[in-house]
């Protein structure tokens, strides 16, 4: 047998190098998987942009706190702080002493008058010891002395005293009851005295006690402690700042003023605390509760949030607009608060806490970001009739 030098196959090829009579293939079934699932996408693509929605969000940064701001516990005189009787995160009660204000003035003033009330009692005392022992004698002369005018009534009946011996000794008397009447009212006017000495004690102890203790004008948790014991403060000076327990926790957010003018009240938001993960607790629900209708000053920052870096730091883009975001709750979680994924982080997340926060300021189909570029496209492009 012959040895082949080429294929069957090769010699029919050659044969007929046209193959005219094979179907054409034009598109593989990999290219129609492919049409397919681009037609598909298409067509989700189309579905989406009139029934999807792209929120539109404007961002600030801000601070979780209650009550919208933070309070503060001043100083009512100047003096030496010598003891802060509470600590950071304490919760304290209203008229609860928190400090000390050392008042040396004051106790000195206050220690002469205990001296003085101490002289004047002791006076008192030796004067009422001796005036009674004289009031005394005289008492038992003004008897002696009535016992004889009773002798001379009978005597003048008798023709043998006259009516001037018994006028003068009703004079008499008259006479040793006046120096009693003198001596009681001298003794009342040392009453007087030492009562007097008394109030003035009596009022420069509650002097003392309102500039020598710091009280709690408020029931709340402690802050931030701004003193430490043994430094002098003026009268005003920021010994501590509170926050409210009455109050619920709202974030306050500053916004760049442009952007800040589309929020609304009402609007929901997403509040991220610096101390949780997004990726894996995601954010707080949030609600805007007021947006302020002027920018923030420098001023105004620093008493809403009581630290000036803070307030500079807030403020570093220009005048932002303030507004107050109330977290919604939700007591199933551990934090109290309704989270977007999950229960939120397993611990507290306490006022306090920087955090930055997203408002959503409007919702709109994709279809209506497109919709407006296809008209003025269209209308570009389509002749326009002319008048005659």
């Not at 990726?279 to 947006?291: D, L, M, P, T």
């Not at 926060?357 to 409007?362: F, I, L």
Request: proline share 5%; with cysteine; hydrophobic share 40%.
């Amino acid at each position: 047998m012959a040895k082949k030098l080429f294929r069957q196959a090769a010699l029919d090829k050659l044969a007929s190098p046209e193959r005219l009579d094979e179907l054409m293939q034009v598109t593989s079934p990999v290219g129609w998987i492919a049409l397919a699932a681009l037609g598909v996408a298409i067509l989700v693509a189309v579905v989406w942009g009139f029934t999807g929605e792209i929120t539109t969000k404007v961002d600030g940064q801000g601070i979780l706190l209650r009550g919208e701001a933070v309070l503060d516990v001043t100083a009512g005189a100047e003096g030496r702080l010598v003891s802060v009787d509470v600590h950071v995160g304490d919760v304290v009660k209203r008229g609860q002493q928190l400090a000390r204000i050392e008042q040396p003035a004051l106790e000195l003033e206050l220690a002469n008058k205990h001296r003085e009330l101490d002289t004047l009692r002791q006076q008192d005392a030796e004067q009422i010891a001796s005036v009674e022992k004289i009031d005394a004698g005289r008492r038992k002369q003004i008897d002696e002395l009535r016992k004889e005018a009773v002798v001379l009534d009978g005597l003048i009946k008798d023709g043998l005293a006259t009516l001037a011996q018994k006028r003068q000794t009703e004079s008499q008397i008259a006479a040793i009851e006046q120096e009693i009447a003198t001596s009681r009212a001298i003794g009342a006017g040392r009453s007087n005295q030492v009562a007097g000495v008394q109030s003035e004690i009596a009022q420069l102890e509650r002097t003392l006690a309102e500039r020598e203790k710091v009280v709690s004008p408020y029931t709340g948790r402690v802050l931030e402690l701004m003193l430490d014991p043994g430094n002098l403060v003026a009268a005003g000076s920021r010994i501590l700042t509170l926050e409210t327990l009455e109050a619920p926790v709202d974030a306050v957010v500053y916004i760049p003023a442009q952007e800040g003018k589309k929020v609304r009240a009402g609007m929901r938001a997403r509040v991220s605390p610096t101390t949780v993960r997004v990726e894996e607790y995601g954010y707080i629900i949030a609600k805007v509760r007021s947006v302020a209708d002027f920018p923030a000053t420098p001023e105004g920052l620093e008493r809403t949030l009581r630290n000036r870096t803070l307030a500079q730091a807030m403020s570093g883009r220009g005048a932002p607009l303030e507004v107050v975001v109330r977290l919604q709750v939700d007591p199933k979680t551990p934090s109290g608060y309704q989270w977007s994924s999950s229960k939120g982080p397993p611990v507290q997340v306490y006022t306090g806490t920087l955090c930055s926060a997203s408002v959503e300021v409007a919702k709109k189909r994709p279809a209506e970001y497109v919709l407006p570029f296809l008209k003025q496209l269209l209308g570009a492009t389509l002749p326009t009739g002319g008048g005659t």
